[in-house]
DNA sequence: AACATTTGACCTTT
DNA sequence: AAAGGTCAAATGTT
């Protein structure tokens, strides 16, 4: 259905995570994730000392995996890296990762579940919906974690959350935020800039894609619960991005 | 030859 | 208009 697309560009999920880079991992070790990338660009930030890459799974086109990546050098310590992911990988990397298993360190990056990252992309979908309206632009928007964060870890912390109101409040301060830095509707125009060139001149989509968003967050404000939104059913299927590429086709 | 990166142009958002 | 994000041609690498 149309509609899940849309919801899926725009609730794109989207978090931070910092690497430090040190001398056992080596100086590429920072980007060794586990998912082979492809970078598409680079810009210069203001205010940034390094420059900012712009990354995107190499398989894109072959599994229509839309996750991508922006990795930022930190401008006070050159050996952390500020890497900001954005989207779920629908590929599938166990057959065609080319990284291989690199230091014990690097390890612990690899061997991080994909299907946790599924979860933490349906809650932070589920996480957006509620913080809906609520004006978070201060709010660093990027919350870390350690490569070894474990799924139950993360479960239990979670689900206990009283009200996200204070979790936003607290910011970069709470021990796992999930920042809410969903709320973007940048981040939706920019990730469907790609499909849109397919069919430019469609323009209504732009607007299309607007109203259902603001259907999708006036349907939000109803269940006010934070909780509540938690409840809406949490299938991975419904989230996945596993549409866009039918577009093409309903388009062209 | 096929695939990746670099880099300035171009597009979108603010 | 300016900053951020992406495209794509040129270039580099395998």
Known sequence: MFLDW?????????????VRVTSENGLEGHNDDGYSWRKYGQKDILGA?????YYRCTYRHVQNCWATKQ??????????FEITYKGSHTCNQ?????QPPASPENQELNHKPQQQNQMLF???AKLRVNTEGLDNKEITPHFSFPSTFASVDFESRIFPISTLADDVHLGANSPLVVSPALSESNYFSASSTYEMKRFRGVHNLQHLESD???????HASTTNSPIGGMEFPIDPVELDPNFPFNVQGFFT
């Open 71 to 80: 990795v930022q050098r930190s401008d006070d310590d050159p050996t952390v």
């Open 6 to 18: 849309f919801i899926c560009r725009k609730m794109l999920p989207l978090w931070t995570e910092q």
């Open 94 to 98: 166990s057959n065609n990762a080319v």
């Open 49 to 53: 000392k390094y420059p900012r890459s």
């Open 212 to 218: 259902i968003a603001e259907i999708v967050s006036a």
């Open 122 to 124: 349906d809650l932070r």
